[in-house]
């Protein structure tokens, strides 16, 4: 069984500050990990995706993450922030045996402040 | 390319009412997701698809059916609504059966139960 703790529920940040957001998985066999995120109103869209390679995986809007095995961590950040990335952050886990199913987490909501 | 589409955008139930969600993709993807996204909480699996004709269920099927009669369309039933079927709901389509696809999202649909 595989899980996601998005260890943040709520991160307020000010404008062109730097912002982590922290996700944990848990499962036994080799993953896939994402970040997705969702502006008010929308569906999720995807931020990032680490399949295999390396290690630092770079997204759309500036947004990477770094996929940490041995921590078993996979955290997005992203150097300076916009009023625009306000929006909610879903952290999610797949693997091949679950017929491609993935688990999302219970997300993170980005506050950014002028 | 309209990707992922839904109706209704939102829709108030009395206790009892039937009605079904529609999702329909164009992408030609061959699995097909429904999610739930209840307040603080991150997305739930109800039904998933792998290809047409064939059906399964997810985290939390319990009160929703689906068919899957064609590639593009995926309907989700709901029976005799009930107030803890108030939720936002989300339909979603991947390409491939390999754990690390990307799964695209409809814009959603509410649903307020009473």
């Known amino acids: 069984a595989q899980s996601v703790t998005q260890l943040d529920s709520q991160v307020p940040v000010f404008e062109e500050a730097p912002v982590e957001l922290r996700c944990n998985y848990s499962s036994s066999v080799s993953v896939y990990l994402f970040w997705y995120v969702q502006y008010p109103n929308q569906g999720l869209q995807l931020l990032l995706k680490?399949?295999?390679?390396?290690?630092l995986v770079k997204g759309i809007n500036g947004f990477e993450a770094e996929f940490n095995k041995s921590q078993t961590s996979f955290h997005l950040r992203k150097p300076s922030v916009h009023i625009s990335d306000t929006a909610e952050y879903f952290c999610?886990?797949?693997?091949?045996?679950?017929?491609?199913?993935?688990?999302f987490g219970d997300g993170t909501t980005l506050t950014v402040k002028p | 390319n309209a990707g992922v589409t839904q109706t209704p955008k939102f829709r108030i139930l009395k206790i009892g009412q039937s009605m079904t969600l529609q999702c329909t993709q164009d992408?030609?993807?061959?699995?097909m997701y429904w999610y739930r996204q209840d307040p603080g909480m991150g997305l739930k699996l109800i039904y998933y698809s792998v290809g047409a004709g064939i059906t399964d269920k997810g985290e939390v099927p319990n009160g929703y059916n689906v068919s899957r009669s064609t590639t593009e369309d995926f309907p989700l039933r709901l029976e005799l609504a009930a107030p803890s079927q108030t939720s936002v709901y989300f339909c979603a389509s991947s390409y491939g059966i390999g754990g690390g696809e990307t799964q695209y999202f409809g814009p959603g649909t509410r649903l307020l139960v009473l």
């Open positions: 999610a886990v797949s693997d091949n045996t679950n017929a491609g199913k993935s688990t």
């Open positions: 992408m030609n993807h061959n699995y």
């Open positions: 680490y399949l295999s390679g390396s290690t």
